[in-house]
């Protein structure tokens, strides 16, 4: 029984199709409904004519559909194509010609094309790649899993792989062979595409078409926000024929991707090939305006109003750049009227630079040339400090400085090309105050008094720490200028109290510079952190404020130098990665290719600094709104923290420079020692170092981790292939080709290390050899009345006969020990000594069959030793193995986990490393239900074998 | 009925064909174009027109012994302009138009009827050789190149004893550079595969639940972006091929085009993001792709996953009663198109205002 038997429930019942109650067929209804589903259905209901034919509800309907979703497919009507007739006769006559006249001139150029028809053709055939491997075969099936392996020239991975495929892991590691990377990642063909296209033997029609067809690609990458790829496609476009319209387009691209110089070099491209092209005007004028050439932007915005008077982007970015300019001229008119003052700063300046170096020794810190060779340099900085521009890419906050006191000089883009002309001082009021408060404190009372920008007087004297607070406050609410000045007050105070306060001066001058820098006041901010940096070498917040306003002053080599100091002593901060990458992009323009060359030195940062960036500053200064110093003190989480480094380590291996690398994923294991990848991706860099055992043990704990990870196991092969234990390596690689078969780096290294496996045991066994005869003839020598009885026992105790033989101590083999079970460490410790002595490996088996393995590492307690350990494997060995295997594996195992083992492991020969090897070998090849070959193979990765 | 904003769809020049046709494909750099097709009489026929004066004019008709399913230009020279088709029998031939009673390169591929042909390397189009595939009835899909005769470079087949799917539909792309190509191809299960030819993998595989009709890269030549798939049932699928996850795929958006079978999905040479559908019931639905503001998204686990954008319809038109069987862009005129329907016909279109999506 439905609803449908039953009309009068809903009213006047329903519709058929939908089940709409009939009285929504309404134009009341439909006009107040603003479901669109339902409206939808309202709307078929009325065309289908099942309750009767309404046209002008459907049209109501239809319009109420249209006015909520004008894209709803119920609006979509079968049309018929457009004829002559729907178009008015100048419009068809438009189209009608221009297909006309494509098609006259398309035959005309078709003939054309033809002439060349056979001389190119040979040619184009020699450009061609090769013929793919012939007869590749790939089968295809429903359940890919299950199908044996296709014949397949290349087989990187078959399906089953596919299905095994841990795509996490993958990305995260850095994979040496790019190519073997499925991953896809978006930016990754970027490289793979060819940037010049090979012409020969094309037309010129050909050339045209293939330029064209370029652009159009760069075209659509653009629009879809793809703007690298857009330049790659231009770039392709231009090496086939050169356009105005693919350089203009890459301008815009480049413009997109903020490169400024290389889109000002189109534009210059574009302007040669066709004066007064309006687009590169307006984009050159964008370059120009970002990079702070402001003069030459509007000269070019003018140009193009010229032409067209009412370009609205043209407008809008005049009033922009005139805006900037006028920002800046105010600071130019102080620039004239402080003139006066400004001679003054240098000289102050200069004054300082005596006094500093007269200082030095005064302060007995003394270590100062030391600590700041970048101090050298700064002669010439207050030649160069007027230089002020905007920072390059505008991001920072810093490009915007309404207060900003020094005016921009773009015209040079070198550092220092105004030296020679009086430079512009920062005349801002903080850096008039800023000297003096510098000068020793001696005048600073008047320069702060002098400040304009403090409508208050200053304070009555409080203490430092009083003034440093209230510094901090009125920093943290962004009044600058006036925590500059108690801070400056702060250090009046402390000033006399010399070297005792040193710390807090240090702080105060930190802080200072933070102001200036937030001011613009770029040389008072470097003073200030040279002072801090005086009183605390190595302090991080003041070095990176120094580069800050080095990098605003665009002394760039400068800045680059104090901000690889601050990544020396915590590669961890975000902002001096970045802005080395900036700065290093800058230098290459500027400088070209050996830019490094002109670099002063870097600093060596002694570790007690790193060490001491670890702890959290407890003198931390104020921090800042807006500068992210140290991530540490800001608090990012460590998640973020640990990505950011290991994105950075990933990218130092990417360069090659694996120290940096493996810097960085030791600080993300301090984060997380928890993550496979970083282990692996150190033990590379390891690898890749030749630290063979530090790659081993990353390895170890990459595959505690996870057990079947192959590239841990690959390199753990490989360490252990650099330290020559080539057995192992041949183990581990087994397993790679276990876990995945088709890691060809893989079987070659096999190959390799099985060759290098069998060299050795070929040198190994002729060593023996002689080690056997040379023993033979020591005995005989040794004139011994016992004689050995096969040359095989001699073999196997060679080294405690050796030893017995070397220490000439008295061979008591008749005598037997009375061996009783030793019940605390102290007694094992006696027995063990007096078997030692005598090398009795029988009273040693004897013991250890009656001691309980798993008091081994109690009774041994650290007494254990070289010798002891090998008397116990030895004894194991000959005298155990055959009774009792699970006996030896029992004691194996806990010998491992006795005090002093990994260490003692470390100590030992190779030749007794060798004797493990064959106890173990011994162990594998007595098969127990104590104990799994697996279980030997876990051991023996205990026992570094 | 002026002033459009919407382009316009034009029904140009219409002419009534004495065969069935079943492709039809311009010549490059020219106003000429050709159809094959199906005489009565169980022949094959290749017909190369011209458009002169607003009319078509018939330049050469060359009669075969088996009926022409499809063909391409795509893996010849602007210079040389040789046809490459594959009939009912299996056959992959090249021909060169000018004299084309015997076959440039010829090939007894499949068991039987090539359903489909792609070319790519020719025309400027898609870095490295230039290769065909061929897509037939008897689940195979090929690839070959001009120069090495009788065998294909590779094959792409079920497993021995499986049930083969009818393939109908092959396409190329991802051909930015010498090394890198892909195959996609359609079977009548809905399945589509992308097999990697460097690699000689199956790459992806996915089923939209209707046979595929078509299939279509919106370019050939650039790394994979998107993928257009038609279905059976009027539903057409568009990929984003960027980004891959490792469980989900490709992200794709779906929409609802024709109430009948979509027969063919052609994007505009001009702009990939434009593209034509043809129905079963003889209309014309020209659509845009939106790219989303993020192409890709990092899932819950850290995995970057795409995301699809949104298809809008911009103009659709009713040409006929019968399905539209093919569809080609000019690739020298922008918004100039032809079509062939069942009902033996072939039109040339004019699209108005493309340049100003």
Redesign the interface.
């Known amino acids: 029984m439905t609803a449908k038997d039953y009309p009068s429930l809903w009213g006047f019942g329903t519709t058929k199709t939908f089940k709409i109650p009939v009285e929504h067929l309404d134009f009341k209804y439909i006009e107040k409904c603003s479901d669109v589903k339902h409206l939808e259905k309202i709307l078929c209901v009325l065309r289908s004519g099942e309750e009767g034919y309404y046209p002008e509800l459907t049209e109501f309907c239809e319009k109420r559909l249209g006015s909520l979703a004008p894209?709803s497919?119920a609006l979509?009507k079968?049309?018929?194509?457009?004829?002559?007739s729907?178009?008015?006769a100048e419009?068809w006559e438009q189209?009608?010609g221009d297909?006309?006249s494509?098609?006259s001139e398309?035959?005309k150029?078709?003939n054309n094309?033809?002439f060349?028809?056979t001389e190119?053709?040979s040619a184009?055939e020699d450009n061609?790649?090769?013929?793919?491997?012939?007869?590749?075969?790939?089968?295809?099936?429903?359940e890919?899993y299950s199908?044996?392996k296709p014949a397949?020239?290349?087989?990187?991975?078959?399906?089953a792989e596919?299905d095994k495929?841990d795509?996490?892991k993958e990305?995260s590691k850095i994979d040496e062979d790019y190519k073997e990377k499925t991953?896809?990642n978006?930016k990754s063909?970027?490289s793979?595409?060819?940037t010049r296209i090979d012409t020969a033997g094309l037309?010129e029609?050909?050339k045209d078409?293939?330029a064209t067809?370029e652009k159009?690609?760069g075209n659509?990458?653009f629009?879809?926000?793809d703007y690298e790829?857009a330049v790659t496609y231009y770039t392709r476009s231009i090496s086939v024929l050169p356009t105005i319209a693919a350089y203009n387009n890459r301008a815009q691209a480049e413009i997109k991707l903020q490169n400024w110089n290389s889109a000002f070099q189109d534009c210059g491209k574009v302007l040669e090939l066709e004066p007064g092209n309006l687009k590169a005007l307006l984009r050159r004028a964008t370059t120009y305006k970002h990079q702070n050439k402001l003069q030459e932007a509007i000269e070019d915005l003018r140009k193009v109003l010229e032409v067209e008077p009412d370009n609205e982007l043209a407008k809008k970015t005049l009033s922009e750049v005139e805006r900037d300019l006028k920002n800046s001229e105010p600071a130019s008119k102080t620039q004239m009227k402080g003139k006066r003052m400004f001679i003054q700063e240098v000289e102050d300046a200069e004054n300082e630079d005596g006094k500093d170096s007269g200082k030095n020794p005064e302060d007995g810190s003394g270590d100062k040339k030391a600590a700041e060779p970048t101090g050298a340099g700064r002669a010439a900085e207050p030649g160069a400090m007027g230089n002020i521009q905007k920072k390059l890419t505008g991001k920072s906050e810093g490009g915007k400085r309404p207060e900003r006191g020094a005016p921009r000089r773009g015209r040079a883009p070198g550092a220092g090309a105004d030296k020679r002309g009086r430079p512009p001082a920062p005349a801002t009021p903080g850096s008039a105050n800023g000297h003096p408060g510098g000068g020793r404190g001696a005048g600073d009372p008047a320069a702060a008094a002098a400040l304009p920008g403090s409508g208050a007087p200053p304070p009555a004297p409080v203490s430092p720490a009083g003034l440093k607070s209230q510094g901090n406050e009125l920093f943290k609410s962004g009044q600058f200028a006036e925590a500059a000045l108690r801070y400056s007050a702060a250090i009046a105070q402390l000033e006399p109290a010399g070297s005792g306060s040193a710390d807090d001066l240090s702080v105060l001058y930190s802080n200072r510079a933070a102001c200036y820098l937030k001011e613009g006041n770029c040389s008072g901010c470097i003073q200030d952190c040279n002072r801090a940096l005086e009183l605390h070498p190595f302090s991080i917040k003041p070095l990176l404020r120094r580069a800050m306003a080095y990098e605003t002053l665009e002394q760039y080599q400068k800045a680059y130098v104090d901000y690889k100091t601050v990544l020396q002593i915590d590669c961890g901060i975000q902002l001096a990665n970045d802005s080395v990458n900036r700065i290093t992009r800058i230098l290459m323009d500027l400088d070209g290719p050996r830019w490094r060359e002109k670099l002063s030195p870097i600093p060596a940062v002694p570790t007690a600094a790193q060490l001491r960036a670890w702890q959290p500053a407890a003198e931390t200064p104020p921090d800042q709104v807006g500068d992210s110093c140290s991530h540490h003190q800001l608090g990012v989480t460590d998640e973020k923290m640990f990505k950011a480094l290991k994105e950075e380590g990933n990218q130092c291996v990417k360069d090659k420079n694996y120290k940096d690398a493996l810097s960085k994923y030791s600080e993300c294991l301090k984060i997380n020692n928890k993550e496979c990848a970083i282990y692996t991706n150190r033990a590379l860099c390891y690898l890749k170092l030749g630290q063979f055992e530090e790659a081993k043990q990353d390895c170890d704990q990459a595959l505690q981790i996870d057990n079947r990870n192959v590239k841990a196991c690959y390199r753990r092969a490989l360490a252990h292939k650099g330290l020559k234990n080539y057995q192992k390596s041949l183990n581990d690689l087994n397993k790679v080709l276990l876990l995945d078969s088709s890691i060809v780096e893989a079987k070659l290294e096999l190959e390799e290390v099985t060759r290098s496996l069998n060299i050795e045991d070929n040198t190994a066994s002729s060593s023996r050899e002689k080690e056997r005869r040379k023993i033979e003839i020591q005995e005989v020598n040794e004139g011994h009345e016992e004689p050995e009885g096969t040359s095989e026992e001699v073999s196997t105790d060679c080294l405690a006969s050796e030893k017995g033989l070397t220490s000439n101590g008295p061979q008591e083999y008749c005598e037997k020990l009375p061996i009783t079970k030793p019940n605390n460490a102290y007694e094992f410790g006696q027995v063990i000594n007096a078997i030692s002595s005598r090398k009795d490996q029988e009273a040693c088996a004897h013991l250890l069959a009656i001691t309980e393995p798993k008091d081994m590492p109690m009774l041994l307690s650290n007494k254990l030793e070289g010798d002891t350990f090998l008397l116990l494997i030895q004894s194991l060995k000959n005298n155990l193995i055959d009774k009792n295997p699970s006996l030896v594996y029992q004691h194996l195992l806990h010998l491992s986990k006795a005090e002093r083992f990994k260490m003692m492991l470390t100590l030992i020969s190779k030749g007794q490393k060798e004797q493990i090897e064959e106890l173990f070998d011994d162990l594998t090849d007595t098969p127990n239900k104590h104990f799994t070959l697996e279980d030997v193979q876990a051991l023996k990765r205990q026992y570094e074998l | 009925m002026s002033a459009f904003e919407k382009p316009q769809i034009i029904a140009h020049i219409q002419k009534g064909l004495n065969y069935t046709v079943f492709d039809c494909k311009w010549v490059p750099c020219s106003a000429k174009f050709v159809t094959m097709g199906n005489f009565a009489r169980g022949t094959g026929v290749i017909q190369l027109y011209e458009i002169q004066h607003g009319d078509l004019k018939l330049l050469r008709e060359i009669e075969k012994a088996k009926p022409i399913k499809c063909g391409t230009f795509g893996a010849t020279s602007l210079q040389q302009r040789y046809l490459a088709t594959g009939d009912f029998a299996g056959n992959l031939h090249i021909w060169n138009l000018e004299a084309p009673e015997i076959p440039v390169y010829s090939v007894k591929g499949h068991k039987e009827i090539i359903n489909a042909i792609d070319g790519v390397g020719g025309l400027g189009i898609g870095e490295g050789a230039p290769e065909i595939v061929t897509g037939s009835r008897d689940g195979t899909v090929k690839v070959w190149d001009p120069r090495q005769k009788d065998d294909p470079v590779a094959n792409m087949e079920p497993v021995q004893g499986e049930n083969r799917r009818d393939c109908w539909t092959v396409a190329f792309g991802n051909a930015y550079n010498q090394e890198e190509r892909v195959v996609c191809a359609g079977y009548d299960n809905g399945d589509i595969k992308l097999f990697d030819l460097r690699n000689m993998s199956l790459r992806w595989e996915t089923n939209i639940k209707n046979g595929v009709c078509s299939l279509e890269f919106d370019r050939k030549d650039i790394s994979m972006n998107k993928l257009v798939a038609t279905s059976l049932e009027g539903k057409f699928h568009v990929f984003d091929m960027r980004t891959q996850h490792p469980t989900k795929g490709f992200a794709s958006v779906s929409e609802k085009a024709h109430k009948s079978t979509v027969w063919q999905v052609r994007h505009l040479p001009q702009n990939r993001e434009l593209f034509l559908t043809a129905g079963g019931a003889g209309g014309l639905h020209l659509w845009k792709y939106e790219y989303p503001i993020q192409r890709s998204k990092k899932d819950s686990e850290g995995v970057e996953m795409g995301v699809a954008g949104s298809v809008s319809l911009l103009q659709n038109v009713t040409l006929s009663t019968q399905p539209i069987s093919s569809l080609d862009w000019s690739p020298d005129k922008r918004g100039l198109c032809i079509c062939s329907s069942f009902d033996q016909m072939v039109r040339v279109l004019i699209v108005t205002k493309l340049h100003k999506i």
């Open positions: 894209e497919r979509r079968e049309k018929p194509a457009a004829t002559a729907s178009f008015t419009e189209i009608d297909i006309k494509w098609v398309i035959k150029e078709e094309v033809h060349h028809e190119t053709f184009m061609l790649p090769p013929v793919r491997g012939s007869n590749s075969r790939l089968h295809v099936s429903k890919k199908k044996s397949k020239k290349k087989i990187p991975r078959d399906y596919w495929f795509v996490e990305c991953i896809v978006n063909h970027l793979k595409i060819e037309t029609k050909e078409f293939l067809h159009e690609k659509e990458a629009n879809s926000g790829e």
